[in-house]
């Protein structure tokens, strides 16, 4: 493993660990390679996308980093904590809402403890103040089937964020969307993010979601996937419409797309 997985960081005189670190992390399948020995650190409060081609290996690094599946090699460590193999300590949103269509708004943000532990009524206030803060105070009471593509995906975030976990995995959470609604949600997406200073890491493949949402941007190879560049996103916040537009946004583009369709013989040199 590399030496530096426990790279600290100054602050205030403080030392203190990374928030997430994947260290040289690699998945075979039935003797099929999917993931050859990916790094990736995380600071707290970073918003990181990984973007690559179908196959990648994006949805195997997502369920390593959960807990779901066991890397074959490498591991996973959470402020400095071995957590490979460990379920329970990220929150993990998928691309379908999954919402439970007998239970309403509430019901389904409190879905969590109440499989766990059983929701209290705490739990249900704390659910109400997150949908009102972000856009759902109207429609606690409603079912899934009275929700807009939109509204469930909120929902489902919500349902994650009241797990309280200090790294969220956002798997394609927009993917389903027509355009105008997944441009709308990534402007709310980017509002939560700067009330809550949440630590996420953002499966999309989407470039141009990729880079407005972010503040570094992974590209991976094709199978078996690895980190090939790691591209700071230095644009300003708050992001707006105006940003998508920019020059500095476009050459960031430009520069992700080149690393994705670079021809097969260059990926493999040295």
Not at 26 to 41: K, M, N
Not at 55 to 67: E, H, P, R, Y
Not at 182 to 209: G, K, P, Y
Not at 210 to 218: K, M, P, Q
């Amino acid at each position: 493993m590399r030496q530096d997985v426990t790279r600290a960081c100054e602050e205030g005189g403080r030392v203190t660990e990374p928030k997430l670190v994947v260290d040289a992390v690699s998945c075979t399948f039935d003797a099929t390679p999917v993931l050859a020995e990916v790094d990736l650190t995380l600071e707290q409060g970073e918003f990181v996308s990984i973007v690559g081609p179908s196959g990648c290996g994006k949805s195997t690094l997502f369920n390593i980093v959960s807990g779901l599946v066991r890397p074959t090699s490498g591991r996973v460590s959470l402020d400095g904590r071995d957590v490979t193999g460990r379920t329970g300590q990220v929150g993990y949103m998928l691309q379908k809402d999954l919402l439970v269509p007998w239970r309403t708004v509430i019901g389904n943000i409190v879905l969590g403890a109440a499989l766990t532990r059983g929701a209290t009524r705490a739990d249900r206030h704390e659910a109400a103040r997150l949908a009102t803060r972000y856009g759902l105070g109207e429609f606690l009471d409603h079912y899934p089937h009275a929700l807009s593509g939109g509204m469930r995906q909120r929902v489902a975030l919500m349902r994650t964020l009241a797990l309280k976990a200090d790294v969220l995995l956002l798997d394609e959470p927009f993917g389903a969307l027509d355009s105008q609604t997944r441009l709308d949600m990534q402007l709310w997406l980017l509002s939560v993010c700067e009330d809550l200073n949440a630590t996420i890491l953002f499966v999309t493949h989407d470039v141009d979601e990729a880079i407005f949402l972010s503040d570094r941007v992974a590209v991976m190879t094709g199978r078996p996937g690895s980190i090939a560049a790691d591209i700071p996103i230095e644009l300003p916040r708050p992001r707006g419409i105006d940003t998508l537009t920019t020059p500095e946004f476009t050459e960031l583009k430009r520069r992700a797309l080149s690393l994705l369709h670079r021809p097969a013989f260059e990926r493999s040199a040295p």
